[in-house]
């Protein structure tokens, strides 16, 4: 069963305007959550996290939202640019056991910024 | 800066092979992972390392072992090839914080 789920695989938006990035999760023990870059033939790259404790944590251009009694996340990126053109992995982790060590991924969005 | 290397971006192998990818992190981390990353799977845990000489299995391990003799270094070992193990493998390092730091990644084809 897949713990982390990213329902859209593609997302095109045009540049300067808003892309927001959803994921899911299903296992209520999960409580950091990650977002995660990645560029062709290059390793991910961590972009932002947002522990359980909070709802809203923002970095320049991005911010991502936690809806806990949804267990919903969302990643907004503001304004896009093309640079942004990437695959973008949502994970999250337990602080508990080897819960503590491991991130679960969701299958990742692509997303693509029009000029 | 983290900095974790892996020892070949591309690698063509022939099935029945033996494959060792390898893996080094700089900044003393306790642990240490590898995935495969194929294209709709997203990134899939092979194993990990918590310590030196220890080791869990992830989600896929069949047809995979590692290495963990050094604390900077761990090896992902492919006993005997096959075309079915032609992916991306990646392999990351955790310290104390939640973040995982991943290497640049090797594409392995397995012909």
């Known amino acids: 069963d897949q713990q982390v789920k990213q329902n859209s695989p593609s997302l095109s938006v045009q540049e300067g305007r808003i892309s927001i990035l959803n994921c899911d999760y299903t296992?209520?023990?999960?409580?950091?959550f990650l977002w995660y870059k990645k560029y062709p033939a290059e390793g991910p790259t961590f972009l932002i996290s947002?522990?359980?404790?909070?709802d809203k944590n923002e970095d320049g251009r991005f911010t991502v939202f936690l809806n806990k009694s949804a267990k919903h996340l969302s990643l907004h990126i503001v304004p896009s640019q093309p640079g942004d053109s990437a695959v973008y992995f949502c994970?999250?982790?337990?602080?508990f056991g080897a819960g503590s060590y491991q991130l679960t991924f969701g299958k990742g969005t692509k997303l693509s910024v029009i000029p | 800066d983290v900095k974790v290397t892996q020892s070949s971006r591309y690698l063509v192998k022939r099935t029945g092979e033996k494959v060792f990818l390898e893996c080094v992190q700089d900044?003393?981390?306790?642990?240490m992972f590898w995935y495969r990353q194929d294209p709709g799977l997203g990134l899939r845990l092979i194993y990990f390392?918590?310590?030196?000489?220890?080791?869990e299995k992830g989600d896929i391990p069949e047809g995979y072992s590692v290495s963990r003799e050094k604390k900077e270094r761990f090896s992902l070992i492919l006993e005997s090839a096959s075309t079915n193990q032609t992916s991306m493998y990646l392999c990351?390092?955790?310290?104390?914080?939640?973040?995982?730091?991943f290497g640049p990644g090797t594409r392995l084809t397995v012909t």
């Open positions: 990351a390092s955790k310290g104390d914080r939640y973040e995982q730091y």
């Open positions: 296992n209520s023990m999960f409580d950091y």
């Open positions: 947002i522990s359980s404790i909070k």
């Open positions: 994970a999250a982790s337990g602080s």
């Open positions: 900044m003393d981390h306790e642990n």
């Open positions: 390392s918590y310590d030196v000489k220890m080791k």
